[in-house]
């Protein structure tokens, strides 16, 4: 299975590609819409995760321009701006799903291999963790990612960043010695 990564995080991006390719999915990523259209009409990937929010452009608008790349296409729009307005927007311009950013591998492959488990399917207990809660990314790795698109929004101002967050420049500088280690794997795996 072939991969379009679509996103001008790119720290976010190379994670989600490394996670990808652990798992056997060969990827290719694009920071921007014009990169993206090159790299689909080059390997006319089996899907296409899009961020919503792009630098200068919205991911609503390769909606279109990938479908007719190949009309097969999985398309995803991922963002962390959910709102019901921009999903219906999605939806109706041809994604075929919107997710909230930040999107697991696990979850992500789940969601290409259509394998969501129904509510209340055999084998599911009622009272243990969802399986959705199990892969979700750890809220450590969530601030991490946030204090860093922060900091690239500040152009790198340790300052800016703090007051930008709402928090003591000592506390950022805390939090940014403390780099998050690997994700873990769920124990039922």
């Known amino acids: 299975m072939k991969g379009l990564l679509v996103d001008d995080d790119t720290l976010y991006l190379e994670a989600l590609r490394r996670a990808l390719t652990r798992r056997g999915?060969?990827?290719?990523?694009?920071p921007d819409a014009p990169t993206a259209l090159e790299v689909a009409a080059r390997i006319a990937p089996d899907f296409a995760l899009v961020?919503?929010?792009l630098a200068d452009a919205s991911g609503l608008t390769?909606?279109?321009?990938?479908?007719?790349?190949?009309?097969?296409?999985?398309i995803l729009l991922v963002t962390g701006y959910a709102s019901i307005a921009t999903a219906v927007e999605a939806i109706k311009r041809g994604a075929d799903d919107y997710l909230p950013?930040?999107?697991?591998?696990?979850?992500?492959?789940?969601?290409?291999?259509?394998?969501?488990?129904?509510?209340?399917a055999v084998g599911e207990a009622d009272d243990g963790p969802s399986v959705e809660s199990a892969t979700m990314i750890p809220l450590h790795r969530l601030e991490w990612e946030h204090i860093q698109q922060a900091l690239a929004e500040t152009g790198g101002n340790i300052s800016a960043t703090a007051r930008l967050l709402g928090m003591h420049r000592r506390s950022l500088q805390r939090k940014l010695a403390k780099r998050p280690g690997p994700e873990r794997r769920p124990l039922s795996e």
């Open 25 to 30: 999915i060969d990827c290719e990523v694009a």
């Open 51 to 53: 961020d919503l929010k």
């Open 62 to 74: 390769l909606i279109e321009p990938l479908r007719a790349i190949r009309a097969d296409m999985r």
């Open 101 to 120: 950013k930040p999107v697991s591998a696990d979850t992500l492959l789940r969601i290409l291999h259509n394998t969501d488990p129904a509510p209340g």
